[in-house]
């Protein structure tokens, strides 16, 4: 198994080269495949699970219930789903990034809930130990995770530190001895914790530097029953009910040191790390989800007649349903992608598993929406899935990072390189004479970029005129963050409608380019353009959609109204009411 590490100061990553103009096709290119064997297991462990959860798993009554039956957790662990992504070695299956999406994707069709159970646990509750742990840990802690003995839980969210992190006040305090921490704090909204024999908890620990008293964040694998650990009530949510969800409390808890996780003040970086990698199921699961809603719609479309006719062969009807198949046509195509870039290894995936979630998660919700419309009254009734797919699916858009945060973390991460280099040839025309070799080249990339824009060299001929906008938008945006940064400078990080214009373009221009590199192995696989004409059909009504948005994202980086949309904020802000008055307010 690769070792699922994004690695962003040192890997190439797909997306921060759009920022730059450039197409790395080889990071997407060619579309991935299951091995035979592979593909045959996969068959495999998709079918025992689907007998399994046809006869075990009630969606309805577990939202109901608001918790899990035995039954369901003890199957989860005997069919070895709970060691799904854990490595062979520690008695997991040792399943590829590619084959574990896809089972966490059946999960998520089955039962949102119970696809946070299965993901908290070794998307994210036990990744740390996968990924960082010693030889030692691995063997003291995994082994249990993967038989499901063990059932682990992520611990970094406090009360006053969400999105922010780093803002944290958990401690763990080093014993003058160094044999353990004590560890004191409260962490909130933790999946899982109910169920949790171990968990993986960010603290800080204070260390002297330079004299100086400072605070780093570290991970730490945490046994759930060790003394001094308490559980709040569990969380009432409005979807996935039967995940349990609360605070766990930290009162002077021992942690040894052999179980600290990383070193002393790699804990940001663990968490980001198993972020990066966790976001791909919840694309994958909301994905498929999608689909699963839609197929429920379609029946009904058929069924359902009105005006004489059923209601599926009416327009506005058949719009949502194309254009959410083109959608889940790319979104499969950019988790599948993703997932590839995760296990080949070598390669910065952290902005596209971030692109990847972020779109999933709405187009999930989108769509969930879209299927409750379809069902018309009976959409609202509790009798029928469309009103529960609504309130699960909304929890995606919130939690592994919320949706704005990504799109920040997309736009700045993106603009770092080109960031730099600008930087370098401010300070370059500061002292000219010494510099002429940095301006030089500077130029040379400059005019090469306007006289050439990138092309794409792997995509299938049927295929280019959706290359050619996706290549045209790519010139665009990296032309335009260019001016955006010469402008802004440094005050870009507060310019977030730029930004969150920038994210949403180099989203689009990911899920294109991988719906690109899917349809050019749909035909070669078909054999020809006309066998493949589903998959042309799908490109071709996804890529000029998400290239006439990208282009209106584009412009808006220069010509927008930001001022007065400012403006508009900050007066509401301030008055605490978004309108001025109406002639019928009292
Ligand atoms: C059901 C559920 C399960 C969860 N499971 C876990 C778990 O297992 N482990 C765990 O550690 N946590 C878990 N969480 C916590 C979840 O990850 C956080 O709720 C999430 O990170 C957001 O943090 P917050 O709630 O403090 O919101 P805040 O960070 O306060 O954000 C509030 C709003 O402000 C926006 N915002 C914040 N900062 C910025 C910014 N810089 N720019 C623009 N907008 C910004 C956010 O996008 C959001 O819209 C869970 C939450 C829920 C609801």
Redesign the pocket.
């Known amino acids: 198994m690769a070792n699922h590490l994004a690695d962003p100061d040192h890997n190439p990553s797909f997306t921060k080269g759009v920022f730059l103009g450039e197409i790395r096709e080889s990071l997407i290119f060619p579309f991935p495949e299951l091995s035979k064997e592979e593909s045959e297991n996969l068959a495999a462990v998709l079918d025992s699970f689907r007998s399994w959860a046809a006869d075990t798993v009630d969606s309805k009554q577990l939202d109901h219930d608001g918790k899990f039956p035995d039954a369901v957790r003890t199957g989860m662990a005997e069919l070895g789903m709970m060691g799904m992504n854990i490595p062979e070695a520690y008695g997991g299956f040792g399943a590829s990034a590619l084959f574990f999406s896809r089972m966490f994707a059946e999960v998520g069709t089955t039962d949102p809930a119970l696809t946070?159970y299965f993901g908290?646990h070794q998307s994210?509750?036990c990744k740390g130990i996968t990924l960082f742990g010693t030889e030692d840990q691995k063997q003291r802690w995994l082994t249990k995770c993967a038989t499901g003995e063990l059932i682990a839980?992520?611990?970094?969210?406090?009360?006053g530190?969400?999105?922010?992190?780093q803002a944290m006040r958990c401690s763990a305090v080093p014993s003058a001895d160094g044999s353990h921490y004590v560890l004191n704090g409260e962490?909130?909204?933790?999946?899982?914790?109910g169920y949790a024999g171990v968990f993986t908890v960010?603290a800080k620990v204070p260390i002297e530097i330079d004299g100086k008293l400072k605070q780093r964040v570290t991970a730490f694998i945490v046994d759930a029953h060790a003394p001094g650990i308490t559980l709040g009530a569990i969380?009432q949510?409005m979807g996935?009910k039967a995940?349990d969800?609360r605070t766990v409390s930290f009162e002077n808890v021992i942690v040894p040191v052999e179980d600290r996780l990383g070193d002393v003040g790699s804990g940001f970086k663990i968490a980001l790390e198993i972020l990066n990698s966790g976001r791909l199921g919840l694309a994958a699961g909301s994905s498929r989800g999608t689909r699963a809603i839609l197929d429920r719609s379609l029946v009904y479309a058929k069924e359902r007649e009105q005006f004489g006719r059923p209601i599926g062969s009416f327009e506005m009807i058949q719009r949502k349903f194309a254009v959410t198949a083109a959608e889940c046509y790319a979104a499969d195509a950019a988790w599948m992608t993703c997932a590839a870039m995760v296990d080949k290894g070598g390669i910065d995936f952290s902005l596209e598993t971030a692109a990847c979630k972020v779109y999933a998660s709405e187009l999930a919700f989108r769509a969930s929406c879209d299927a409750q419309q379809i069902a018309g009254g009976i959409g609202y009734s509790k009798e029928y899935p469309y009103e529960q797919a609504v309130r699960d699916s909304r929890?995606n858009l919130?939690?592994?990072?919320?949706?704005?945060?990504l799109?920040?973390l997309i736009a700045l991460s993106g603009l770092q390189q080109p960031g730099e280099s600008l930087k370098a040839l401010g300070k370059a025309f500061k002292d000219p004479l010494h510099s002429l070799g940095a301006i030089g080249s500077y130029i040379t990339g400059r005019v090469k970029k306007k006289i050439v824009k990138p092309e794409f060299t792997k995509v299938h001929p049927a295929l280019k005129e959706e290359a050619d906008m996706v290549s045209d938008a790519i010139h665009g945006l990296a032309l335009a963050v260019e001016k955006c940064l010469i402008e802004n400078g440094k005050d870009i990080i507060e310019r977030?409608f730029h930004q969150e214009r920038m994210a949403n373009a180099a989203i689009d221009i990911f899920f294109s380019s991988a719906a690109l590199s899917r349809c050019t192995w749909a035909i070669q696989k078909a054999g020809s353009v006309e066998a493949a004409e589903a998959d042309i059909d799908n490109v071709k009504v996804f890529v000029p959609m998400a290239m006439r948005r990208t282009r209106r994202y584009v412009r808006a980086l220069e010509k927008n109204g930001d001022g007065r949309l400012k403006k508009l904020a900050e007066r509401a802000l301030a008055t605490g009411s978004l309108t001025v008055q109406t002639p019928t307010d009292a």
């Open positions: 946070v908290a994210i509750g839980a992520f611990c970094l969210t406090e009360a530190s969400g999105s922010d992190a962490k909130i909204w933790i999946s899982n914790a960010f969380e949510k996935i995940s969800t929890i919130i939690f592994e990072g919320t949706n704005e945060v799109r920040a977030q």
